[in-house]
């Protein structure tokens, strides 16, 4: 008999739950604000927005489903189920930082506060919920498959990322390392930069385009489906030992970059998230291209 589907709700502490969480009572974070010339009025109608757009979400889920709720801080230590449907209620960018967690479960973004939020990936409103938990799970439902980046390490570390994987010192100082294209690709070029980016189609509308912007890149940024994927060195420094030849490109299906730390230290990290970062260290090598994993996008 199979397991009823269950839906996960994924949300995030709201302004006003971390200004209580920090000055512990409301008149305290009020005056914490009002010093810096704020009022606690408008962060207590988006928190109250957030509550009500939980409980509208709720109650749409069906009587007959399992349901279960995360906050974005425990993300790493909850274990999702190949039934679940996951009701991201929030931001856009905490679908990117839901992604990297899932394996093909049917995502529905709901945009907690209309008017704030771009609406990229949050692009649902809380009454279209009870629907839309019924189209997740309907054979021939649409949903849009969002290409994800993925880096794998040599010790078999593994990291997934909707928007971007960044690769760099863990002080965001000088980075040194030996970059190749592709499996086989010589000794590679050693560099020292402040890292590498690499991103997708989604991440086009952040961090990644402001990375081509800058380079006044004549590349075509990449659409969130399209299976390829654009990188860029940030700040690589020339000198006798180390070369700026190689500083900007792209991956297509079985394409891959190939980074070996010759530093102490680096980290890599996926949508802004440093807290759940693979450590490298002096020699090992790490290799960049599409996942084989992507976002399956409830529209």
Same mark, same amino acid.
């Given at each position: 008999? +199979?397991?009823?589907?269950?839906?996960?709700?994924? #949300?995030?502490?709201?302004?006003?739950? @971390?200004?209580?969480a920090r000055h512990g009572t409301h008149?305290?974070?009020?005056?914490?604000? +009002?010093?810096?010339? =704020?009022? /606690? &009025?408008?962060?207590?109608? !988006? #928190? %109250?927005?957030t509550r009500e757009a939980l409980r509208a979400v709720a109650a749409a889920v069906p009587l007959t489903w399992r349901s279960s709720r995360v906050e974005r801080a425990d993300l790493d230590r909850f274990l999702f189920a190949p039934e679940d449907v996951v009701v991201v209620v929030g931001q856009d960018g905490l679908v990117a930082n839901t992604a990297k967690?899932?394996?093909g479960q049917p995502v529905v973004g709901i945009d907690s506060d209309p008017? !704030?939020?771009?609406?990229?990936?949050?692009? #649902?409103?809380c009454a279209d919920a009870a629907a839309l938990l019924r189209a997740a799970t309907a054979a021939g439902s649409r949903a849009e498959e969002l290409t994800m980046v993925e880096a794998v390490a040599d010790d078999t570390q593994r990291l997934l990322a909707l928007n971007e /994987?960044?690769?760099?010192?863990?002080? #965001?100082? *000088?980075?040194?390392?030996?970059?190749?294209?592709? %499996?086989?690709? &010589?000794?590679? @070029?050693?560099?020292?930069?402040s890292g590498v980016l690499v991103g997708t189609g989604t991440g086009a509308t952040g961090w990644l385009r402001s990375l081509w912007l800058e380079r006044g890149s004549t590349?075509?940024?990449?659409?969130?489906?399209? !299976? !390829?994927?654009?990188?860029?060195?940030?700040?690589?420094?020339?000198?006798? *030992?180390? &070369?700026? *030849? =190689?500083? *900007?490109? @792209?991956l297509g299906r079985g394409e891959g970059l190939r980074l070996t730390v010759e530093s102490d230290r680096m980290v890599v990290f996926g949508d802004g998230m440093e807290g759940d970062a693979l450590d490298l260290t002096w020699g090992q090598s790490v290799r960049?291209? /599409?996942?084989a994993t992507s976002l399956r996008l409830v529209v």
């Open positions: 008999m +199979s397991l009823a589907p269950r839906a996960v709700v994924v #949300h995030r502490r709201t302004e006003y739950e @971390e200004l209580l008149g305290q974070a009020a005056f914490f604000l +009002s010093s810096r010339g =704020r009022s /606690i &009025g408008e962060v207590l109608r !988006r #928190h %109250d927005r967690y899932l394996g008017g !704030r939020n771009p609406g990229v990936l949050v692009r #649902h409103r /994987i960044y690769l760099g010192s863990p002080g #965001h100082q *000088t980075a040194r390392y030996r970059l190749a294209s592709g %499996d086989a690709d &010589g000794e590679g @070029e050693s560099q020292a930069s590349a075509d940024l990449p659409a969130p489906c399209e !299976r !390829r994927l654009l990188w860029f060195v940030r700040e690589a420094w020339p000198s006798p *030992t180390t &070369g700026t *030849t =190689r500083v *900007t490109g @792209e960049l291209g /599409i996942a």
